[in-house]
Structures are given as C-alpha cells and as structure tokens.
C-alpha cells in the first residue's frame, strides 16, 4: 500500500542553524501539507501546498519557515533560523485531491522527524 | 485552540467488549470528521471519516457517529482487539475541500486489556 515517507526521521541541530526536513508523498496525491506535535500538545496544521504554491497557511508558519517542491516526488519543510520551540515532531501528510475521492478528502500521514534544537 | 476537543485522555477496555471514543467540536463550519490512530513513534494512521451529510458511517468494526446539533462525535470499536490499544485522535475541516487544514483534538490513550 503506497506511504508516505519522512526523513530524516530524527534531526538534531543547533539553535539559529538551518534545517531542511524532507518527505516523499504518495504518489498521484495532489496536496500536501506539514503539521507539528510539540510534546505533550496537539498536532498543529502549518502549511498546504497545491500545484506549486502554499494553499494555507497558519499563524505558526512565518517567515522563518519555507516549503518546496524542487522535483516530481519530494516535498520539503525548511527552517531558516531553528529556535528552541521548534523542537518537535514534523508531519507531512498527503491527499489525493477533491477529484479523485468526491467531495471529501482525506489526508494520509508519514511517520514523522523529530526535530530537536539544542 | 479548543474548537476540537476530546475530554477523555484515557480509556481502559476488556478485549471482546466496546470501545466509545468521544469528541467535541465548537465550529459549525466543520463538515468532514475523521480519526486517526497513532501509535508510538508512528505518524497517525487514518481509520474513518465521516461527512456532515451523514450520521453514521461503519467500516467492520469501526463505526462513527456524528450528531451535529450536538457538535459530537463518537468512534465505536467492537470488538476491541488489544491491538487497537493507540491513541486516537479526532481531526475536522471545514469547506469539504482539498487543501483544508484539519483541526485535531488533543487524543484518547485506549488499552484494550486482553
């Protein structure tokens, strides 16, 4: 059964280093998104992305963060300047798009990188 | 963020009895209901949605209710499988359209005790 797949899928850095966090979603899927878990909280929505552009966006997502679709398969989440509350667990989930499912859509998730700033 | 919210953060079951997971939600913009199951060091693993056009919706031995004029939603597990001990959390949209961010609730830890 197609996935989508995360890496790494634990990511250690310093504070104020960039880091570039990378999915490959499933296959055919035309929307793709990133969600974070801060230990302990909810997962939180920060980012959708459709036909090379950002389709919505949240609070949390700022001019610190970036995504990108640099080829046919992958999908990525950058952080230009890590802070310490960025410490968590990143998600990227896909969906295959209104089309294809009838007027819903589900989106289907990666198993995570945890990102931890020292 | 309480628009989504799952009060229980715990639920301890017998193997071949019913599990009742519960979720609440404030916005009524909300129109498309899912759970999703996680467990540890995994990513939430889709398990059932529901439309605000229906009340019900059963996928073997998953069902989820959907009552709006009560803004709840419940999943029934039966019979409950010690594999299904996870967390399980409530996630909602609105607009049934592609794109839309999904809401979570804060999760139910379930234990099925064999």
């Known amino acids: 059964e197609p996935e989508v797949t995360q890496t790494p899928s634990h990511q250690v850095t310093q504070m104020g280093q960039e880091v570039i966090l990378r999915c490959v979603p499933i296959?055919?899927?035309?929307?793709f998104y990133w969600y974070r878990q801060i230990l302990g909280q909810k997962v939180e929505f920060l980012v959708s992305?459709?036909?090379?552009?950002?389709?919505?966006k949240s609070e949390i997502f700022d001019d610190q963060f970036s995504v990108e679709r640099p080829d046919g398969s992958n999908f990525t989440l950058k952080i230009r300047s890590t802070k310490l509350e960025d410490s968590a667990m990143y998600f990227c989930?896909?969906?295959?798009?209104?089309?294809?499912?009838?007027?819903?859509?589900?989106?289907?998730f990666g198993p995570g990188t945890r990102l931890t700033v020292l | 963020d309480q628009q989504v919210k799952q009060n229980s953060p715990s639920l301890s079951v017998q193997e071949g009895r019913i599990s009742i997971l519960n979720c609440d939600y404030t916005?009524?913009?909300?129109?498309?209901f899912l759970w999703y199951k996680k467990y540890p060091a995994e990513g939430p693993t889709f398990l059932i949605s529901i439309s605000s056009i229906k009340d019900k919706n059963e996928d073997g031995r998953f069902t989820v209710f959907l009552n709006k004029s009560a803004k709840h939603l419940s999943l029934h597990i039966v019979p409950s499988q010690p594999g299904d001990s996870a967390v399980y959390f409530c996630?909602?949209?609105?607009?049934?359209?592609?794109?839309?961010?999904?809401?979570f609730g804060e999760g139910t830890q379930l234990t099925v005790n064999p």
């Open positions: 992305f459709y036909n090379n552009e950002i389709s919505e």
């Open positions: 989930a896909s969906s295959p798009g209104q089309g294809w499912m009838g007027n819903t859509d589900t989106q289907y």
């Open positions: 916005n009524s913009m909300f129109d498309y």
């Open positions: 296959s055919n899927h035309l929307y």
């Open positions: 996630a909602a949209s609105a607009g049934e359209t592609s794109g839309s961010r999904l809401t």
